[in-house]
């Protein structure tokens, strides 16, 4: 059934009529008339596209605040442990509960990267997200396991690619330089090119992944993964906070996207900052992430857009970076460009992926710059409604698509016995 959001206004500060076939956005005009479409009265409402989140691994949401204060090798062996216990029932409530975040929170589609994909995957179908789902493909140098590997990772990419009418998408998703050999990160970008789907993959994450880089292939990560051949317009890395400027350049002539992901960089301090304004001024395509909830503890993407704000200024020592219309463009056209999906724009004939907004809120009013309300003052619970892929998913804030107390408890439960 068709949808007519009526009157809602639209980041320009001008209102509008939004009418929805399909899974598609009809026509946007002053004043629209259809009988036959269920009417939303966004009188009180500002319309967004969808926030896209271009790097997370949705099923760790079971795993928030496993571990804390940690030094990098202790966090990860703390997650570590954790994760090998993982069933793939777990991943599936993980998956359902980060979803309910997610969706709750105006966050419309997702990239991930992990393992018992086909569980994350019907726990997308039944949440009604969005997503590009990407076996995490792994082999430490053995080749037994890059064989094996790289079978999981394909039949997943046959099993699920285009489901859903096209809601869900696949990847090819090699972890990194440090857990993959350089004849898996070959292979994988032979499969990412077979099927046109993206390569999703960890870079420059840690100085310490630049030093071991350089030790072993004596050159810097992304001359490395240039020396192999997988640099490529389907390449999406996550992360690159240890970049050169030659190496943001090198990144930009292949077309790379990259997913800034602010939060979970310094909660595990990093210690370094993204190079945002050179990949700006090298024409690279920028998105953001918030990666898993062991390293952010929050899927929401209002509070990435306002750290990644924050952490360019302060980082530069200039205000003028980062502007909000970029960081915004980031949350959502970037993010649809790096996936490549039609959406992140409110235009006639992309998907209808939105969110509404309600205007009268506290914490976003006055409206002097909407953007920079967006950016810097919104948070998820000013999110009334979502629509995804023309389906109306949140109304009212409340969860259409799954029983949001049941996945609540499962949840609980569910970590309870991992970590238990
Ligand atoms: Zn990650």
């Known amino acids: 059934m068709a949808i007519l959001i009526k009157g809602a206004t639209l980041i320009s500060g001008k209102k509008a009529d939004v009418l929805i076939e399909g899974n ?30 271009t ?23 703390a997650v570590r442990k954790v994760e090998t216990k993982l069933t793939a029932k777990q991943a599936r409530v ?7 975040e997610m969706l709750k929170g105006g966050t419309t589609c997702f990239n991930d990267m992990y393992f018992h994909m086909d569980e994350i995957a019907s726990a997308v179908q039944e949440s009604g997200i969005r997503a590009t789902l990407g076996y995490g493909m792994v082999d430490m140098g053995n080749e037994k396991k890059r064989k094996s590997e790289l079978a999981v990772g394909e039949k997943f990419v046959k099993d699920w690619h285009g489901k859903e009418q096209g809601r869900i998408h696949c990847s090819i998703a090699p972890h990194s330089i440090y857990l993959c050999s350089k004849e898996l990160l070959v292979a994988a970008n032979e499969l990412s090119q077979k099927y046109s789907v993206p390569y999703h993959i960890h870079l420059s994450e840690t100085r310490k992944e630049v030093f071991d880089c350089l030790e072993t292939n004596k050159k810097r990560p992304a001359y490395y993964l240039d020396s192999l051949g997988v640099l490529s317009n389907r390449t999406v890395a996550a992360h690159c906070v240890w970049l050169t400027k030659e190496e943001v350049r090198l990144l930009a002539s292949h077309k790379v996207s990259v997913s800034l992901n602010p939060v979970s960089n310094m909660k595990l301090s990093g210690g370094s900052t993204a190079p945002m304004p050179e990949m700006q001024e090298f024409g690279m395509n920028v998105s953001l992430g918030t990666d898993g909830s062991a390293s952010n503890n929050s899927l929401s993407m209002f509070e990435t857009m306002k750290t990644l704000g924050l952490l360019q200024k302060n980082a530069r020592w200039d205000a003028t970076v980062a502007k909000e219309g970029a960081i915004f463009d980031a949350a959502t056209v970037g993010g649809a460009k790096a996936l490549e999906i039609y959406a992140g724009v409110i235009k006639e004939g992309a998907l209808a992926d939105l969110a509404l907004l309600d205007l009268h809120s506290p914490n976003i009013v006055p409206a002097h710059s909407l953007v920079s309300n967006l950016v810097y003052s919104a948070h998820a619970g000013n999110v009334t409604d979502v629509i995804v892929d023309g389906k109306l998913v949140v109304e009212n804030r409340t969860l259409l698509t799954m029983d949001e107390q049941k996945i609540v408890e499962q949840a609980q439960k569910e970590a309870e016995k991992l970590v238990g």
């Open 24 to 53: 598609s956005i009809a026509k946007i005009a002053p004043s629209i008339t259809d009988n036959s479409a269920e009417k939303i009265d966004a009188s009180r409402k500002l319309l967004i596209p969808g926030l896209i989140n």
């Open 94 to 100: 993980g998956t359902l509960l980060a979803a309910a």
């Open 55 to 77: 790097h997370t691994h949705a099923a760790m949401s079971l795993f928030k605040g496993v571990a804390e204060d940690m030094q990098l090798a202790d966090w990860l062996a």
